[in-house]
């Protein structure tokens, strides 16, 4: 059982969390996967309009996640959001090291439909996604690195650390795309957002360190 998201920041207009790892983000399919982030969240925020979460988290990944309050809000933090005014940045820890100190990561890829829901590279008929990269050093487990990501494409990073094209780097603990090696648990945390009030448009910056 995940531990309880935690209330980093909260107002009339939004709320934002921390989001453990093995706790989903959104509700899925059917009655065993209803229990998430949001549901959580609302039993303390009963106030939460239907589809409060401006993005999303993968389950194995734990950090800052943005909530909305209103409809009104979500509507301008996912404007930022698709407007690329919001700037993230997540920790990662990597199985081997990068083939240099930092870069830029640009790679188109797609959902396999035979294989959900490992995304491919797919040149042709893949989304581009572009990441930002930079290692911070190395420890037992592997290369800890900082990702900014420039897109929100699903699993992007995960994606990105992994495969040839990218870093060829699985993040530690990741069975879908990495090794069947596993750890305690995905080496991945949301740990930086950057964003701007819905209703006074000052910019709010928000930083919580990674629990590895």
């Known amino acids: 059982m995940a531990v309880e998201p935690d209330i980093v920041f909260c107002d009339d207009q939004l709320v934002l ?10 509700p899925g399919r059917g009655p ?24 999303r988290l993968d389950m194995a ?22 407007h690329r005014l919001v700037i993230k940045r997540y ?18 890829f797609r959902l396999d439909p035979e294989d959900r829901p490992r995304q491919i590279f797919d040149p042709v008929n893949g989304r581009v996604g572009v990441t930002l990269w930079q290692t911070l050093g190395e420890e037992p487990l592997g290369t800890r690195v900082e ?22 780097a699985p993040i530690v603990g990741d069975s879908l795309y990495g090794s069947s090696r596993m750890e305690q648990r995905l080496l991945l945390h949301a740990s930086y957002l950057l964003f701007y009030h819905p209703a006074s448009s000052r910019p709010l910056e928000f930083h919580r360190p990674p629990p590895f």
């Open 32 to 55: 065993a996967r209803q229990d998430c982030a949001v549901v959580r969240v609302r039993r303390r925020v009963p106030d939460l309009p239907k589809q409060p979460a401006v993005h």
């Open 17 to 26: 969390i921390d989001k453990p790892a093995g706790l989903l983000a959104v």
């Open 61 to 82: 990944t734990s950090g800052l996640m943005l909530l909305a309050r209103t409809t009104a809000a979500h509507r301008e933090l996912a404007r930022q959001f698709e």
């Open 147 to 168: 990702f900014t990501p420039l897109t929100g494409r699903t699993h992007q990073l995960r994606v990105h650390a992994a495969h040839p094209r990218g870093l060829n």
């Open 91 to 108: 920790i990662a820890v990597l199985c081997n090291a990068p083939p240099a100190p930092s870069g830029i990561i640009e790679m188109a």
